[in-house]
């Protein structure tokens, strides 16, 4: 069994507490015993700490050894506590976030310096009160399978409903649904189709869509009640007379229901890569098309310049730019289901375009917005390499 050491919890116990963690019962584990060690740690499964982790270290050898032996006393929504000693570039660790995943997600950040401690996590940094005994960064990981669950992904989806559903005059508003429109006409829809936006959000691209034709049945779902209702809304408002809207998975998808008909045309933009599951998201997608059906499906590109440029720099990213799948690997998925692939495009430029364009937005009261969305707008469906777009989308043809 592994020899636990001390590493003075009293030192952290500022971020403990701000973690909700008692000091007194989380296990300290010193990881340099891992290598002599023949078995796991032998605890209950909880709320682990684990350090001081030193420099110089085979980072995905290090993370495979943590793994073997935490794993086991890690419970299943509980977090791991990473204490990192000594100075270090933000890049090394995003090398540490890298390996840990898809084991781990890093979902906090403390830095240390001098005592004080300062908390960046996604919805912002600030300073910490009280003070911490020794320097270096703190990290905070989840298990991805928690991370990425349907109550974690409800209550996030929720949360952020608001800010997904820009209105007319918000920054961005005109790059939003521009993005939104080019997913939503990438195929055509016939007068009368049976139209399903598959993981909707505020439902701009099945609603574009539907603007096409008339006489369109649009149904949409979302894992968010909170983001169907501005679906709903936005239909409405928009003109489409037939509209339904359901709460649920792609993994399990609500439509069609028993005695339902399938669908003449299926989008999904921006989905898959939130799937804990992706065969069985997959599986549910070409659940919803018959013989005939056209599928339209778009996600975020993992391997642009301006993706691995953050997978490489920043600590803190979402789940889903580490989950996301290449183009190429989800035709493969869709091909093996039957489907005929029709046509590939990038859409949306990358670094340095967004960065730029959230400057614009944000700072400079939308000056440059219009000449950056033009870029985009010209670039759009070009046979530029894919690493050039941080956005892609395909069709397909249900044989």
């Not at 169907?228 to 007379?241: D, H, L, P, Q």
Request: overall charge positive.
């Amino acid at each position: 069994m592994a020899k636990e050491h001390s590493i003075e919890p009293a030192a952290f116990a500022p971020i403990l507490a701000d973690l909700g963690l008692d000091p007194q019962t989380l296990p300290q584990i010193d990881p340099s015993t891992f290598a002599e060690a023949k078995g796991s740690i032998g605890r209950g499964r909880g709320d682990v700490f684990l350090g001081p982790i030193g420099t110089g270290l085979d980072i995905p050898a290090a993370s495979a050894l943590y793994k073997k032996h935490v794993d086991p006393v890690l419970g299943p929504a509980n977090a791991m506590v990473l204490y990192f000693k000594s100075p270090r570039v933000d890049a090394e660790l995003a090398r540490w976030r890298n390996h840990l995943w898809p084991w781990l997600h890093v979902v906090g950040l403390y830095r240390i310096q001098g005592g004080a401690i300062r908390r960046e996590s996604f919805g912002g940094a600030e300073s910490l009160p009280g003070k911490a005994e020794r320097d270096g960064f703190v990290l905070v990981a989840k298990r991805r399978e928690h991370v990425m669950s349907p109550t974690s992904t409800t209550a996030k989806f929720d949360a952020n409903a608001g800010g997904w559903n820009p209105q007319p005059g918000n920054p961005g508003y005109a790059h939003y649904r521009w993005m939104r429109r080019y997913v939503g006409r990438f195929a055509k829809v016939e007068d009368g189709a049976r139209v399903l936006d598959f993981g909707s959000g505020a439902g701009w691209v099945g609603i574009e869509a539907a603007l096409q034709a008339k006489d369109v049945e649009l149904c949409a779902f979302d894992p968010s009640p909170e983001m169907t209702r501005f679906a709903a809304e936005n239909a409405r408002a928009a003109g489409v007379a037939k509209f339904t809207a359901r709460v649920g998975f792609g993994e399990h998808p609500p439509f069609p229901a028993a005695g339902e008909r399938t669908f003449d045309v299926v989008f999904s933009s921006g989905v898959v890569s939130f799937s804990p599951d992706i065969e069985q998201w997959c599986d549910g997608l070409v659940s919803t098309l018959h013989s005939g059906s056209t599928l339209v499906i778009g996600d975020i590109q993992r391997e642009s310049a301006g993706m691995q440029k953050r997978r490489a720099n920043r600590i803190l990213l979402p789940a889903r730019e580490l989950n996301a799948q290449t183009p190429a690997e989800v035709r493969a998925r869709l091909e093996r289901r039957g489907l005929l692939h029709e046509a590939t495009a990038g859409y949306q430029l990358t670094d340095p375009i967004p960065q730029l364009t959230h400057h614009a937005d944000k700072k400079l009261g939308g000056v440059l917005s219009p000449v950056l969305l033009a870029l985009n707008r010209a670039a759009a469906g070009s046979s530029l390499a894919p690493s050039r777009f941080d956005s892609w989308v395909m069709r397909f043809k249900k044989r």
